[in-house]
């Protein structure tokens, strides 16, 4: 009998007169329909028309006697793209929201969570729940927005009423209470229009005044320096962070290129992105994997090989005034102009160097490093480079020992790449502890003793891992046994000058080593060099002591 449009528009007029006059007529319709939901050729009948599902909305807002019956109708049509589009497109979102955030109305406990349960139903629905989602947003933090999809409405009810301070959510008493007025101005002033008899295509708001936090960078619904604070919080998706965290860095240090007539974007918002990255990947490493799928790796290399020739544009004068050839030989970046603090670029670049450092962890991201297309940057070369940087030293040859590990099946590459430009020939200038040693690299570096003692255990370390079984293993070791610096090093127990957890560490060496929260603890302190022995000072050693060794000699 209810099967058809037309037999039901009786039903729906009842709905038109609501004040007190109508009796009980309203609420028994509504009890009519609530028993037609069951059966589905009623609910197809139902959402034909869509001034019907308007009025059952309306209902929310100027009718409270036929609220809980308008409830129950509508829970049960939710799962239907007509009732979805009604209340993303024609306002229905905000007479739902008027019940969830009472202003000065008193709404019982019982409706406010079913209407809280019904938004959780339309954002869930699948062709236009994206677009509820998206209605919601403009007036809570993505937080919330995840807990109404979730439910239960209870539970949607009670956050909204208690202080939040976690890297998902930022919500106070005083936030709701100020959007609960926004929302009821908002359903009046969208009633009287559609009173008007015409159907009103609702405009969503550019700003609620719920998003207090606005200004503050947000990535996948997560508010970057709360997260800093708190990494190991437990996202709800961490991916999605991720994958939000990748686009809006490369973007980010992208932006730090324009000049200033260009209005540069803030030359800070890279390193808090790189933090955060880095963080993430600290807590779940097995997310590493997925930034190699997704092909971010060659992105981040290119962006550090063009912030490294950034810094070297300005010094290219310098160079030539000291009659140097490129590529001549290897020489650290530190000059007057590197002593004191350190320039945005430098920042940049070394945001980059961190994000790679971690990454390089993973095998995945590993061999993605080592397999670069036509006209990119090869990773070696650029590692080989940050060697000299100030305050990335130690972070590179961290990321050339991860690289060049013997799980990574490209590693024949990136060795090809290191004998080509000459890494072994740096990497024992930088074991050369004796005065007048190959290019004076060991003194012109200006580590301090815990960056001197655990920079040199790591080339060693990559050394070793260049010369493992491989295509070019030979060469490697035909360079090592020919060297004098090599055959004191090649040896020693050299793992005991690095931190006690740095092979446990998800940070690693470079990582221990940058901490400012917590002092370095050695397993074993290095033993008192011994320069009338004529050999090899201990990793410990100071300038001052490998100078003295080699006057002695």
């Not at 502890?433 to 570096?445: I, N």
Request: negative net charge.
């Amino acid at each position: 009998m209810f099967s058809a449009k037309e037999q039901l528009i009786p039903l729906f007029e009842c709905f038109i007169d609501t004040s007190a006059s109508s009796g009980e007529v309203p609420q028994l319709c509504l009890n009519v329909l609530s028993r037609l939901t069951t059966y589905a050729p009623c609910v197809e009948a139902m959402v034909a028309d869509r001034e019907s599902l308007l009025l059952l909305l309306q209902l929310l807002h100027c009718a409270p006697s036929c609220r809980p019956g308008a409830l129950h109708v509508l829970y049960a049509l939710a799962s239907t793209s007509e009732l979805g589009w009604a209340a993303a497109k024609h306002g229905g979102v905000v007479y739902i929201l008027q019940l969830v955030l009472p202003v000065q109305e008193e709404i019982p406990l019982q409706q406010r969570a079913a209407a809280a349960s019904l938004l959780g139903k339309l954002v869930g629905q699948p062709m236009h729940g994206p677009r509820v989602a998206i209605a919601l947003a403009r007036f809570f933090p993505d937080g919330l927005v995840s807990a109404i999809r979730d439910g239960p409405g209870e539970a949607v009810v009670t956050a909204l009423e208690q202080t939040s301070e976690t890297p998902e959510l930022v919500w106070t008493p005083a936030m709701a209470a100020s959007l609960g007025a926004q929302i009821a101005t908002m359903a009046s002033d969208l009633y009287r229009e559609q009173m008007k008899g015409r159907v009103v295509d609702w405009d969503l708001p550019e700003h609620a005044s719920g998003q207090e936090m606005k200004d503050e960078p947000q990535v996948g619904g997560v508010y970057v320096r709360l997260f800093l604070k708190d990494p190991k919080f437990p996202l709800r998706n961490p991916k999605r962070f991720l994958e939000g965290l990748l686009d809006q860095y490369v973007s980010a240090v992208a932006a730090t290129h324009y000049t200033k007539e260009m209005q540069p974007a803030d030359p800070e918002l890279p390193l808090l992105l790189s933090a955060a990255l880095v963080s993430l990947l600290r807590v779940h490493p097995a997310l590493a994997d997925h930034v190699g799928y997704l092909g971010y790796v060659p992105k981040l290399v290119a962006a550090m090989a063009y912030e490294g020739r950034r810094e070297t544009m300005a010094s290219e004068d310098v160079k030539a005034a000291n009659h140097c050839q490129p590529g001549e030989f290897w020489e650290p970046e530190y000059g007057e102009s590197n002593l004191g603090s350190q320039t945005s670029q430098e920042r940049v670049r070394l945001s980059c160097l961190r994000v790679l450092h971690q990454l390089a962890a993973s095998t995945t991201c590993a061999e993605a490093m080592a397999t670069a297309s036509t006209g990119t940057p090869q990773v070696v070369p650029l590692l080989m480079k940050a060697i000299g940087w100030q305050g990335g030293s130690v972070m590179a040859l961290e990321t050339l020992k991860r690289v060049v590990v013997a799980g990574n099946r490209a590693r024949d590459a990136l060795v090809a790449q290191g004998l080509k430009i000459g890494l072994v020939d740096v990497l024992l200038g930088l074991l050369d502890w004796r005065a007048g040693g190959r290019h004076g690299l060991c003194m012109q570096m200006k580590w301090n003793e815990s960056e001197a003692s655990v920079g040199r255990v790591l080339a060693v370390e990559v050394l070793h891992a260049f010369a493992t079984e491989g295509a070019h293993c030979a060469k490697v070791r035909n360079i090592l046994n020919a060297s004098d610096v090599w055959s004191a090093y090649k040896d020693q127990k050299h793992d005991l000058f690095l931190p006690s957890n740095a092979q446990s560490a998800a940070a690693g060496v470079a990582g221990l080593i940058e901490s400012s929260s917590a002092r370095l603890t050695y397993a074993l302190t290095a033993p008192t060099p011994q320069p009338a022995l004529g050999r090899l000072p201990t990793s410990r050693t100071t300038q001052a002591d490998a100078r003295d060794e080699a006057s002695t000699e």
